[in-house]
């Protein structure tokens, strides 16, 4: 009895399908950073087979790819010294600079590299000033151990198509930059909602997994992962009586309680409010009470259910990871990316 994750090719095969139809004239850099959004890289073959790129955050995970592929990996952290960069090498990485301390360490190098300029448009995360930018390309293009592969940037507020903030890093990516060199911009917000910020490269991430990355749900993405977990024991209890720790929540009437085998220690969000929805025999529950390490109730007294039955916390027809973010105060990335190894990964068609 535990909690289950299973992981849809068919799923992952179709969103990246759907990506290249909205953007047919872009190479797809597909986003695999953080074990392939917790979906796990050893369960995403249909991404890493079909991707032009994939791009991954830190070394660790450049190595780990590339232990299952021979597609150009792209290296988003950057090197920090001479040993990370001859480790990028080895893995044959494409490697970001984002920061004017990681030019001289690629201009050092001894043999061919790959770079993408990460370029800062208004995020003030990652990458060069205009400034900086400029000094970047005069010490580069110098070099001819180096191809400067693709200039790029990140949006801040993709996921609300109005911001104001999108159109400003956009123009100042068209100011800094020119088709002398390939560019990419979009993450899948973008990807969906401005083809002007296409060029390139997309660099998808959550739409891959079939998750949308605004606040509503896109329904010609299919969800990758599903998460379940079976009914460990049933009760009914009496008004007045309360569900779980801190007695948060007590019955107006007589109950039936499932208690679900998936709690926090696994990954489920401790602050999902009651009311959550549960899918337990292809009906909506709400969730009662404080989620535990191990467990979670569920009302289920308007249906018949058995110990052993299993229930979907998310990625069913009838219920998005997405809905269970809103219902937790986060967000779907935040999710699928925190389950914990506790958690049995299964790949099914
Ligand atoms: C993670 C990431 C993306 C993908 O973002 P999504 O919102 O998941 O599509 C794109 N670009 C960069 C630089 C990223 O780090």
């Known amino acids: 009895m535990h909690a289950v994750a299973s992981i849809s090719q068919s799923a992952l095969a179709h969103n990246l399908s759907t990506t290249r139809r909205h953007s047919p004239k872009t190479k797809i850099v597909s986003m695999v950073k953080a074990n392939a959004y917790g979906h796990k890289l050893d369960l995403i073959n249909p991404l890493i087979e079909n991707s032009d790129l994939l791009a991954v955050s830190e070394l660790s995970e450049a190595k780990k790819l590339r232990g299952k592929t021979n597609k150009p990996i792209l290296l988003l952290s950057g090197v920090y010294s001479n040993n990370d960069l001859q480790q990028a ?13 990681q030019i001289s360490i690629v201009n050092n190098s001894s043999e061919q590299v790959n770079v993408w300029i990460k370029i800062d448009t208004g995020m003030h995360r990652l990458g060069l000033s205009a400034s900086e930018y400029n000094e970047c390309l005069t010490l580069l293009e110098l070099n001819s151990l180096i191809n400067i592969e693709c200039v790029m940037s990140h949006f801040a507020c993709a996921d609300e198509i ?15 930059t020119s088709a002398k060199y390939k560019r990419s911009m979009a993450n899948s917000a973008a990807i969906l909602s401005n083809t002007k910020s296409h060029f390139d490269y997309i660099r998808p991430g959550i739409m891959l997994y079939g998750i949308s990355p605004f606040a509503k749900e896109f329904s010609y993405l299919k969800a990758a992962m599903k998460l379940s977990a079976p009914i460990m024991s049933i009760k009914t209890i009496n008004s007045g009586e309360s569900v779980g720790y801190g007695a948060t929540w007590t019955a107006d009437k007589k109950t039936t309680i499932a208690v679900i085998g998936i709690g926090y220690g696994d990954g489920y969000p401790r602050h999902a409010k009651n009311g959550t929805p549960v899918v337990v025999n292809n009906t909506i529950c709400p969730l009662i009470g404080r989620v535990s390490m191990d467990l979670i109730c569920v009302d289920i007294s308007n249906i018949n259910a058995n110990i052993g039955d299993i229930a979907t916390l998310w990625g069913d027809d009838l219920l998005s990871v997405e809905t269970v973010a809103d219902w937790s105060n986060t967000i779907g990335y935040e999710l699928v990316t925190g389950l914990s190894s506790r958690v049995k990964f299964i790949d099914v068609a």
């Open 89 to 101: 090498i080895k893995l044959d990485c494409q490697i970001v600079v984002h920061h004017k301390s």
């Open 162 to 176: 109005d911001n104001t903030m999108n159109k400003s890093q956009l123009n100042k990516f068209n100011e800094l």
